[in-house]
T-cell receptor
Framework: LAKTTQPISMDSYEGQEVNITCSHN???????ITWYQQFPSQGPRFIIQ???TKVTNEVASLFIPADRKSSTLSLPRVSLSDTAVYYC?????????????FGTGTLLAVQP | DTGVSQDPRHKITKRGQNVTFRCDPI?????LYWYRQTLGQGPEFLTY????????KSRLLSDRFSAERPKGSFSTLEIQRTEQGDSAMYLC????????????????FGEGSRLTVL
């Protein structure tokens, strides 16, 4: 399972774009980059996933360069409600369990 | 609400007592996971079921912990002789693995059961 590294915390203001970078130097060929969001006292929630290049949904964008050794989660125009912990994971869906291995995540604090 | 539900949401118990948590996954999901999370840490994997079969258990799951998923539907996680170190949020998640599609199997988490052992 690929190890991911991301900043422990980030600060931002409402209306700004936030980019959280994750490094995964030993990512395997079949791994997908997956991001989850967790609010206090709730379970994590899937945000976005991708394999390469760029993926965009109604919540975020995910940029993955050609070498796939890093990725960037982009949150456009954050609001106070985006304050949460964001987890970057490398997930292999072909395995027997596809269990998720979480790190400590990035605590994003959005201020007014 | 058709999401993953967990019960109870909060449990306070005295050291040495037994506690049981229940998880009802999303109905069509064939995979069920239990995680434990302590303050400031990411969730830690405990165990996994494919339908009714328990296929993997973490070394974190001591002999005092037992999980079941009879009939491949709801699951229970029991902790016997609780210790203060068992205080944590216990999270259940479910997923559906479609082997025909690459990159599928997103985990859907419940809101967790918070255990406090006094």
């Amino acid at each position: 399972l690929a190890k991911t590294t991301q900043p422990i915390s980030m600060d931002s203001y409402e209306g700004q774009e936030v980019n959280i970078t994750c490094s995964h130097n030993n990512i395997a060929t079949n791994d997908y980059i997956t991001w989850y969001q967790q609010f206090p006292s709730q379970g994590p929630r899937f945000i976005i996933q991708g394999y390469k290049t760029k993926v965009t949904n109604e919540v975020a964008s995910l940029f993955i360069p050609a070498d796939r050794k890093s990725s960037t989660l982009s949150l456009p125009r954050v609001s106070l409600s985006d304050t949460a912990v964001y987890y970057c994971l490398a997930v292999y869906y072909g395995g027997a369990t596809n269990k998720l291995i979480f790190g400590t995540g990035t605590l994003l604090a959005v201020q007014p | 609400d058709t999401g993953v539900s967990q019960d109870p949401r909060h449990k306070i118990t005295k050291r040495g007592q037994n506690v049981t948590f229940r998880c009802d996954p999303i109905s069509e999901h064939n995979r069920l996971y239990w995680y434990r999370q302590t303050l400031g840490q990411g969730p830690e994997f405990l165990t996994y079921f494919q339908n009714e079969a328990q296929l993997e258990k973490s070394r974190l799951l001591s002999d005092r912990f037992s999980a079941e998923r009879p009939k491949g539907s709801f699951s229970t996680l029991e902790i016997q002789r609780t210790e203060q170190g068992d205080s944590a949020m216990y999270l259940c998640a479910s997923s559906f693995r479609d082997y025909r599609l690459a990159g599928t199997g997103e985990l859907f988490f419940g809101e967790g059961s918070r255990l406090t052992v006094l």
